[in-house]
């Protein structure tokens, strides 16, 4: 089963470029959710949807956009990368309470 | 608000030592609590869960049990292993914040030969 996957692993962004996190599940779980994981910080929720054509805003939404076409796929956008997003991102989906994460995001801003 | 406060780490310990990481929480309501594991490189992963009180989640040897009078949830094994080197979270998903979970920092636990 492949779950929530996560593309790319690893990512190497100039200040100021844009790129898209894709994020894809494929047990038809209503709920999926972005999150940025930092040292110290545990990890902190950007946003969220609990299902296609509706999206909202987590604790650190800013910087970010998403979407919600369809029930599999949740991409995040950077649409202008600063040092401050260097981090590791987790996609995850969520069904009775219970979260199911992809492997990560490695993102760096220079 | 709902919030999850864990001890800090690291936690250091020789193999088939007994370990605790506390968790307490606040939230609205009755919350279900989880504890996460996520091992180097990975993303995070269900160890064990608990949706009421007095129950206990258990899972490859670790235990926790619902305290709702101490609004706790603490984890712990009789004997770890250097394969449990990892970093631990606790969480909590209630009504009064939608379901969203709501996670602790994290507790990194080492384990020495």
């Known amino acids: 089963n492949a779950g929530v996957t996560q593309t790319p692993k690893f990512q190497v962004l100039k200040t100021g470029q844009s790129m898209t996190l894709q994020c894809a599940q494929d047990?038809?779980?209503?709920?999926m959710s972005w999150y940025r994981q930092d040292p110290g910080m545990g990890l902190r929720l950007i946003h969220y949807s609990v299902g296609a054509g509706i999206t909202d805003q987590g604790e650190v939404p800013n910087g970010y956009n998403v979407s919600r076409s369809t029930t599999e796929d949740f991409p995040l956008r950077l649409l202008s990368a600063a040092p401050s997003q260097t981090s590791v991102y987790f996609c995850a989906s969520r069904l009775d309470r219970v979260a199911f994460f992809g492997q990560g995001t490695r993102l760096t801003v220079v | 608000g709902d919030s999850v406060t864990q001890m800090e780490g690291p936690v250091t310990l020789s193999e088939e030592a007994f370990l605790t990481i506390n968790c307490t929480y606040t939230?609205?309501?009755?919350?279900?609590l989880f504890w996460y594991v996520q091992y180097p490189g990975e993303g995070l992963q269900l160890l064990l869960k608990?949706?009421?009180?007095?129950d206990k989640g258990s899972n490859k040897g670790f235990e926790a049990t619902y305290r709702k009078e101490t609004t706790s949830f603490h984890l712990e094994k009789g004997s770890v292993q250097v394969s449990d080197s990892a970093v631990y979270f606790c969480?909590?998903?209630?009504?009064?914040?939608?379901?969203?979970?709501?996670f602790g920092r994290g507790t990194s636990l080492i384990v020495h030969p």
């Open positions: 608990a949706t009421k009180a007095d």
């Open positions: 047990m038809n779980h209503e709920y």
């Open positions: 939230a609205t309501g009755y919350p279900s």
């Open positions: 969480a909590l998903s209630s009504s009064g914040g939608s379901y969203i979970p709501t």
